[in-house]
């Protein structure tokens, strides 16, 4: 069992913004990739309208091609999602919803408590593990600055539905270790156990966060490797967290996270090129270049 969980989720946020095609069988072998460096829990992909999100259209043809041995989950936005994961035999999905309505208006096209109305129906109808994503937790791009406060209301009312897990999104990634610090204060009672921290790396204070987060007693992070990824209805959402800086981060503070340092920083590599990137994420960098 390792001191860090991470749920690595960059094929689907990672992808979910990009302009240029990834062909399903890269997506697959990303996925096996990930596997073989260690990462046991990825979000595969999402159930989401093709029109609003085309990178992820193949989900359906994506989930048969997945390696043995994976905890795999999708992004579920409504009903026709849930319907759709469930005729896959989908065990884990994760509802998404925000903290300020302005976003998930343009996220999902329904306010925050219409969203909730919905995931109650879902969670009724699914027997399976499910995750609640509050995004927007510091700022939302078009209502500014939130309080901590708004955002315990929504996580209790996604825990009144009956969600397993909490993931807390800083969506445009503005956070600082103060801001995690009160949040955390908003959060008493809570059971740490149920939370995980989804941080984007945006201005480059993802792992001051985890850090402090750390330090709070959590142990749980959503992380995406070589750091891709962002929300196509979040203006100026950059990069999650790179799972590489996460896990050398951890690994070096001696905490083990179960993942391969030198595979995971491969693991990547055939998607950058088709996206026509070079990598960027600092500890995949250091790990390629002494690799
Ligand atoms: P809508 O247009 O309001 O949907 O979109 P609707 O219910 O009015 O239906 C319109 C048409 O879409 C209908 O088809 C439906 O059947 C179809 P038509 O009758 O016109 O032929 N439809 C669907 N098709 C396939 N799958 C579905 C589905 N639902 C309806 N599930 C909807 C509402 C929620 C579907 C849309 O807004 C949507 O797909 N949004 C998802 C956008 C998205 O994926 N955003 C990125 C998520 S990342 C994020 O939120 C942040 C996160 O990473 C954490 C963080 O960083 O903070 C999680
Ligand atoms: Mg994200």
Redesign the pocket.
Known sequence: MADIRIVEVSPR?GL?NEAIAVPTEQKAQLIANLLKAGLKEIEVS????????PQLGDVEDLWPMLPPGGIYST?V??E??LE?AQALGVERIAL?TAASDAFTQK???MTVEQSLEVFARIRSNFKGFVRG?V?TIFECPYAGRIEPSRVREVIDRLLEIGVDEISL?D?IGVGVPQEVKQLHTELSGLDQSKIVW?F?DTRGTAIANVAAALDLGYNSFDSSAAGLGG???AKGAGGNLATEDLVYFAERSGLSTGVDLNLLAQASLPILTTLQKPPTAKAQLAALASS
Do not use: A, E, M
Not at 46 to 53: D, E, N, T, Y
């Open positions: 946020d979910q999402s159930f989401v309208s093709p029109k609003w999100v992004l936005p409504n026709k999602g759709r998404f996220n999902i096209n994503y995004s999104g969506t989804h984007h929300c196509p209805y």
